[in-house]
T-cell receptor, first 115, second 115 residues
Framework: ETGVTQSPTHLIKTRGQQVTLRCSSQ?????VSWYQQALGQGPQFIFQ???????GRGNFPPRFSGLQFPNYSSELNVNALELDDSALYLC??????????????FGPGTRLTVT | AQTVTQSQPEMSVQEAETVTLSCTYD???????LFWYKQPPSRQMILVIR??????QNATENRFSVNFQKAAKSFSLKISDSQLGDTAMYFC????????????FGQGTRLTINP
């Protein structure tokens, strides 16, 4: 069984640029959630995708957007990068049915630095 | 909105000792899930243990157990016979069952196991 993978591992961008982060969900999982983890903080929920539709959104501005593809992989796009966007971005996958439907399995994260 | 509070920013114990990490949460929901996640320096968020709010019995997973006090909205994690590999950040997380399955995390407790 393949776990959750994310790419790239690290990324450095300049303020004002745009970035795309990628996530492949665990085999069989059709729900993907994205979280932002600032240094020394707990992760904050950005949004969730279920069967290619946004299924909930946290308190993040519209310049944070996402996509989910038919194979359930997902992208997180951030436009007009700000210095405060520097963080670890975590992707988690889950499946709403099965023995543990509410468990989310996390990828290793993408460390984004905005200069 | 749900909130999760971890009042111990850092803890340190000797190998083989028992340690308890505290967590309180605030919600008006009656049915929800609670989780403890571990995040070692490798950054990967690893699920340690989960508790369904409708179950009165405390969850256990090998050396890890919880003390779930629903009325007090308390959810502590006990690690028995602590090992060097338990050194990590530990996050308490809440998930409501209705709506998007988003995790609400606490600020984390940095646990160090000393040899």
């Amino acid at each position: 069984e393949t776990g959750v993978t994310q790419s790239p591992t690290h990324l450095i961008k300049t303020r004002g640029q745009q970035v795309t982060l990628r996530c492949s969900s665990q085999s069989g999982h059709n729900t993907v959630s994205w979280y932002q983890q600032a240094l020394g903080q707990g992760p904050q929920f950005i949004f969730q995708y279920y069967r290619e539709e946004e299924n909930g959104r946290g308190n993040f501005p519209p310049r944070f957007s996402g996509l989910q593809f038919p194979n359930y992989s997902s992208e997180l796009n951030v436009n007009a990068l700000e210095l405060d966007d520097s963080a670890l971005y975590l992707c988690a996958s889950s499946h709403p049915t099965g023995p543990h439907p509410y468990e989310q399995y996390f990828g290793p994260g993408t460390r984004l630095t905005v200069t | 909105a749900q909130t999760v509070t971890q009042s111990q920013p850092e803890m340190s114990v000797q190998e083989a000792e028992t340690v308890t990490l505290s967590c309180t949460y605030d919600t008006s929901e009656s049915n929800y899930y609670l989780f403890w996640y571990k995040q070692p320096p490798s950054r990967q968020m690893i699920l340690v243990i989960r508790q369904e709010a409708y179950k009165q019995q405390n969850a256990t997973e090998n050396r890890f157990s919880v003390n779930f006090q629903k009325a007090a909205k308390s959810f502590s994690l006990k690690i028995s016979d602590s090992q060097l590999g338990d050194t990590a950040m530990y996050f308490c997380a809440f998930m409501e069952i209705q709506g998007a399955q988003k995790l609400v995390f606490g600020q984390g407790t940095r646990l160090t196991i000393n040899p």
